[in-house]
């Protein structure tokens, strides 16, 4: 049998993401990691890996959490009732800007420090990085045709160029967040973005 962990590897894997989302990769030695985890180098490294190693598992766990919670409250599941499409997209992305708008200090998303801090020169980072943008981009997307569906978006919508526009939006709202740009700006400018989505024609009544 195996010998067990002395210490819970979520709580421990939770320590290391924050510590490298305040000093990111470069800032971060194996010393700082001891010491935010309070473990030992060797049981670091026979747990976890190297630094780099860490550093990606913590960064694709992010990216699949980041997922799963865009899809819970863009999709939901089929027995859920949720508001309409375009009302859904309203709720998450104001949520977000007031999440971005709320942060003391503004450390802004994981997933967008990550990317500038390393893509440019790590190949596994660019990798998970690009497949969590291109689903966050799905979702939004499929929200989209499920509004066209719904009657609530024109037809002639391009779902999946748009889907990468609403990403835009959303990173760059995160980006000026950390400026300590107003959150009512914020908010005005994400709800601003969605209103200029071509909205489907109202049937015409026959008299």
């Not at 421990?12 to 194996?30: C, E, H, I, K, M």
């Not at 609403?166 to 005005?188: C, F, M, N, T, Y």
Request: with cysteine; net charge negative; proline share 3%.
């Amino acid at each position: 049998m195996g010998r067990k962990r002395g210490f819970d590897e979520a709580t421990v894997l939770n320590v290391v993401r924050d510590q490298f989302w305040t000093t990111g990769f470069a800032g971060t030695s194996t010393y700082d990691l001891m010491e935010a985890t309070g473990l030992g180098k060797g049981s670091i490294y026979k747990a976890f890996g190297n630094k780099h190693d860490l550093y990606v598992r913590v960064f694709s766990d992010y990216c699949r959490d980041l997922l799963a919670q865009a899809r819970e409250q863009l999709q939901g599941s089929q027995e859920a009732v949720l508001p309409s499409p375009m009302a859904r997209l309203e709720r998450y992305f104001v949520a977000l800007a007031n999440t971005f708008a709320d942060e003391s200090p503004h450390r802004g998303c994981f997933l967008a420090k990550v990317t500038a801090d390393r893509a440019g020169e790590d190949e596994k980072v660019a990798q998970t990085a690009r497949l969590a943008f291109d689903d966050l981009a799905g979702v939004f997307a499929a929200t989209i045709r499920d509004a066209q569906d719904a009657g609530e978006v024109a037809d002639h919508v391009d779902s999946s160029a748009l889907g990468y526009v609403l990403l835009s939006v959303i990173r760059g709202i995160d980006s000026i967040a950390k400026a300590d740009v107003d959150g009512a700006i914020l908010e005005q400018t994400v709800r601003s973005a969605l209103a200029l989505i071509p909205r489907a024609n109202p049937p015409h009544l026959v008299i």
